[in-house]
């Protein structure tokens, strides 16, 4: 049974003077995708998408350079839209972060909505598993905050009540299937692998 493989990317270079969609994994980050590549080399991989952000771009080419892939962007696999406040340092940023589950109708600090970024992330996603031509598995690089919008979709429940990635970091996956687009893996750290 194939899946589609969705993965969030990994630690990257924090750097306040760079918009945050320009930021790249940093050592650890590439270290850890190095690593889930590994596994992945066990797999029928047969298409490989990432979000327009450099750092699933990163993670993205890393998978496709091991298994001798290309890989597409995808800019509706991005992060929801943060552009109207740019960089917020912690512990403020998960203070909007927060909020912005919480209130998934609500533009918080004018930011893409919840509701908005969902609707996008799992066009996205139906879009790929309708369109990809190849029968293996797809790994899709993507971020954090559109993963769990998605996988509340998937498990059927409001917004701010899905599982989540443990991993503070990043560097999680979920599997679904390709045919059914039903959840078959919840959320796991890369370095635990899979599960079958």
Same mark, same amino acid.
């Given at each position: 049974m194939a899946s589609l493989i969705f993965l969030?990317?990994?630690?990257?270079?924090?750097?306040?003077?760079?918009?945050?969609?320009?930021?790249?994994?940093?050592?650890?980050?590439?270290?850890?995708?190095?690593?889930?590549?590994?596994?992945?080399?066990d797999r029928d991989v047969s298409a490989i998408y990432a979000s327009t952000e450099r750092k699933a771009m990163d993670g993205?080419?890393? /998978?496709?350079e091991r298994l001798g892939l290309s890989y597409a962007t995808d800019p509706d696999l991005g992060e929801n839209d943060r552009s109207a406040t740019g960089?917020?340092?912690?512990?403020?940023?998960?203070? /909007?972060?927060?909020?912005?589950?919480?209130?998934?109708?609500?533009?918080?600090?004018?930011?893409?909505?919840?509701i908005d970024s969902q609707a996008r992330i799992v066009n996205a996603i139906s879009r790929i598993l309708r369109e990809d031509e190849t029968s293996g598995d797809i790994v899709v690089v993507s971020?954090?905050? /559109?993963?769990?919008?998605?996988?509340?979709?998937?498990?059927? /429940?409001?917004?701010?009540?899905?599982? %989540?990635?443990?991993?503070?970091?990043?560097?999680?996956?979920?599997?679904?299937? %390709? +045919?059914?687009?039903?959840?078959?893996? +919840?959320?796991?750290n890369i370095e635990d692998g899979f599960a079958d």
């Open positions: 969030t990317h990994p630690e990257v270079v924090i750097d306040p003077n760079q918009p945050v969609p320009e930021w790249p994994l940093n050592a650890i980050g590439s270290a850890r995708m190095e690593r889930f590549t590994e596994q992945l080399a993205a080419a890393i /998978v496709a960089y917020i340092a912690p512990p403020e940023f998960w203070d /909007v972060v927060r909020e912005f589950f919480s209130n998934p109708h609500k533009s918080i600090r004018g930011w893409e909505r919840a971020h954090g905050g /559109v993963a769990r919008l998605l996988t509340a979709h998937l498990q059927q /429940v409001e917004i701010g009540q899905e599982s %989540r990635p443990s991993h503070p970091g990043g560097g999680c996956f979920i599997r679904i299937d %390709r +045919d059914s687009f039903a959840l078959t893996q +919840d959320w796991r």
